[in-house]
């Protein structure tokens, strides 16, 4: 049977990282309120733009699956800060990669853009369309963040992770198992970001000044809600219960959101990925770096099923059951890293919350 098997992951985190004490010398917070309501310590502060930054995780997940950028049939970049919309920013990847024989497209479902990218990469190699396909989770989100609102600015972060999935005909089930997909577009208006996107176009929008419309306990609800619904689906498809899953490496958005999808669908801590500490929020790259990061520090073993429940703007949620293959090792890696940067994330984010300073929408 053909499947579409994941045989590279490749991540990149960015060096410069912001702290919660960093944060509170912006706007009145500190250390203590972010990680009890959150569980957030740091967040990384990128100085390239997004298709860099999903470079070096793409060059690493082909390392890590040992095969060359020109054999690459498609690249899907999953993320909802792109360089440039036209032309698409998967291009600039392809154009870096050097992955010349690869089409090239550009999703955003918000936060699940990562998660949706794996769900088509997979169906178009499952359905002959390719035999092989890059996908990226990655988010520049600094450059577009509010850095005088204090509700938003301290939940996101930058990063990017990547996964090679290509066609292996085998008896053994391999990658995505079930899924579920959906979005409650009621809520769609609970999380806008407003000064990006071609509607604020001649209209007098203060240019790199945006304003978030974010009503938090709302959002961590409907997350809540939405993912369990996700997860149950998911797991319905299979005829299988969480205690049948050997990991759940949920979007990482606030550990009491994790927690309370955790008890609700009765997973033991032992068997939930948590990395919010290190980088907050990284909207398309969360949950791939998750699971890349499981991977690593070998909380994932060979034949593991994960289930991976996200949501994000829109509201889009999902659920994902995949089967992990034997293994769990990269065949090569890559020696390519971002350039040096020479100024701090503090510096960087100041220098944005100027802008909104100057120029208030
Ligand atoms: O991927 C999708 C992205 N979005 C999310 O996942 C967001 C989901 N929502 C959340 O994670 C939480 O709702 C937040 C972390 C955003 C907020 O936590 P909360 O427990 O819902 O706090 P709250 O908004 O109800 O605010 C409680 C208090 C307020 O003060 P008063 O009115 O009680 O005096 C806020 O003004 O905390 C205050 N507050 C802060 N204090 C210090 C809000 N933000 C901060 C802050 N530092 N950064």
Redesign the pocket.
Known sequence: MRQAAITGWGKCAPDNILSNDD?ATL????DE??TS??GMKERRISHVPISELSHIAAARALACAGVNADDVDMIILGSCSFDSQVPNSSSRIQQLLQASNAACMDLNT??TSGMYALSVASAMIKAGTINNAVIIGAEVIHPFMDWTD???????GDGAAAFYLEAEDTEENVGIQAEALGCIADSRDI?AVNGVGLKYANQGWPLGTTLWD???????KQ?ITGMQSGCEKALGKMGISTSDVDIVIP?Q??L??IEALAQRLKVPNEKLFVNIHRYG?M?AA?APMAIVEAVEEKHVTSGDLILVPA???G?TWSAQLIRWGQRCEPIATTDIALPECKESALDIVTRVAETHLKNPA
């Open positions: 944060l706007f009145d917070t500190n309120w972010i309501r959150t918000a936060c204090r509700n938003v600015a301290i939940l996101f999380l974010f009503e938090g306990r709302e959002i961590f997350a979007h958005a606030n009491r959101i929020n909207s969360t949501f994000g703007a509201l």
